[in-house]
C-alpha cells in the first residue's frame, strides 16, 4: 500500500502537469490608444533633445495632455534676437536699445 502511494505521488505531478501547460494565462485586454504608455512614448519622441528641468516640465504638460505654455526664450536667445534688431546703431544708443529689447520693454 505505502509503495502504491509512494508511486501516486511520484506520478501525479507529472500527469498533472500537461493540463497547467495548456491552460494559459488570459490574454490582458488590449490597451487603449490613449494608454498611459502609448502617451508616455509618444511624449518622450516629442521631447526631442531637452533636459533636467525643461524636459520634466514638458512630459508633465504633455503627459496631462494640456497645451505646452509659449517657450520662453533663454537669455542667450534674446540676445541674438536684439544684436539682430540693433543693427548699426553705436554707442549709447545701442546701450539703450540693447537694454530696452533685453528687458522686453518697447523701444522708446
Known sequence: MKKALAA???????LASPVFAQTAAPAPAPKASNSQQSKMSAC??????????????FMKSCLSNKPAPAAKQTQQEKMKA???QAGDK?????????????????AG
Open 44 to 57: 518622450n519622441a516629442q521631447a526631442g533633445d531637452k533636459k533636467g528641468d525643461e524636459r520634466k516640465a
Open 8 to 14: 501516486l505521488l511520484l506520478v501525479s505531478p507529472l
Open 82 to 84: 536684439c544684436n539682430a
Open 90 to 106: 553705436k554707442g549709447d544708443e545701442r546701450k539703450a536699445f540693447m537694454k530696452s529689447c533685453l528687458s522686453n520693454k518697447p
